[in-house]
């Protein structure tokens, strides 16, 4: 029950922010998005964003081969609050990178 809140939070969160999410996660703990609207290198886009906010996400080189500069992968095992935080951080950073 945690798991799935944590979950629809960051799932939402997540499109509300503009990341394409083209399937819900079923039994995962991590959410597989296209970044391709903030980025052309995943790579760099969690380099960047750990650097200035301390939110780590992974870059989807980790994950195969298929277009992997178009994703990354956020990981909801921490708690809600955590979470909540790390979306405000990202939040903040994809508006100063946007502009």
Known sequence: MIFQQRRDYLYQALIDLGFKIYQQPQGAFYIYADCSKFTQDSMEFCIELLETTGVAITPGKDFGENKPHKYVRFAYTRDMSQLK???????KFIRVEMR
């Open 85 to 91: 935080e790390a979306i405000l951080r990202l939040s």
